[in-house]
């Protein structure tokens, strides 16, 4: 059981480059998150999913999307990249099944480091 | 309003010794999860522990408990019997609201560094 793996893990892109990062859960979790990470803050919700076929914006989706084709993978792309999209991207997955989700955890892939130059 | 707030950038602690990392937060939703992480310089999130708006008992797991006060908005966490291996970002989480694909909202985190 692997859990949330994340491809790649370091990647260094010119701006105005695209690119793809890719998500895979093997819990069969419904909802899936992106989320990035930049130094001093927590981290910041980019998009979500709450099921195949579905997605949604979060706080900061600006220069980014994203697609849930199959249930087990959440793609992001980033269509042309900035030097501000230099950060820790970290995918997450949680059950959120059968009502309370606040009592639900976000299990978290090991995160790619991108650098735009 | 930040709606989690962690107003220690750094702590430092000895082996052995207990240390707490403090979190309050603010919500008007009744129906609310607290978490928190770590995240080692390796990178990866590690879940610690769990506390429901609902919970009438502090939440332990291990060395970790969760000093919840609701009524001052307070969630910190506490690490009995500090371990090296406990040097790491600490990160206080909410999940706010009955509903499904809520994200997490997070604190900025606090540095702890542990010595021998």
């Known amino acids: 059981n692997a859990g949330v793996t994340q491809t790649p893990k370091f990647r260094v892109l010119k701006t105005g480059q695209s690119m793809t990062l890719l998500c895979a859960q093997d819990?069969?979790?419904?909802?899936m998150y992106w989320y990035r990470q930049d130094p001093g803050m927590g981290l910041r919700l980019i998009h979500y999913?709450?099921?195949?076929?579905?997605?949604a914006k979060g706080e900061v989706p600006d220069g980014y999307n994203v697609s849930r084709l199959k249930k087990q993978n959440f793609l992001l792309g980033l269509e042309s990249a900035a030097p501000s999209q230099t950060s820790v991207y970290f995918c997450a997955s949680s059950l959120d099944a059968g009502g309370q989700y606040w009592i639900y955890e976000q299990y978290f892939g090991p995160g790619t480091r991108l650098t735009v130059t | 309003a930040q709606k989690i707030t962690q107003t220690q950038p750094g702590m430092f602690v000895q082996e052995k010794e207990a240390v707490t990392l403090d979190c309050t937060y603010d919500?008007?939703?009744?129906?609310?999860?607290l978490f928190w992480y770590k995240q080692p310089s390796s990178g990866e999130m590690i879940f610690l522990i769990y506390?429901?708006?609902?919970?009438?008992q502090n939440a332990t797991e291990g060395r970790y408990s969760l000093n919840f006060q609701k009524a001052r908005k307070s969630a910190n966490l506490v690490i009995s019997a500090s371990q090296l291996g406990d040097s790491a970002m600490y990160f206080c989480a909410m999940r706010e609201g009955n509903q499904a694909g809520t994200a997490l909202i997070f604190g900025k985190g606090t540095t702890l560094s542990v010595s021998s």
């Open positions: 919500t008007s939703d009744p129906s609310y999860g």
């Open positions: 819990m069969n979790h419904e909802y």
């Open positions: 999913s709450v099921g195949e076929g579905t997605t």
């Open positions: 506390q429901g708006s609902y919970d009438q």
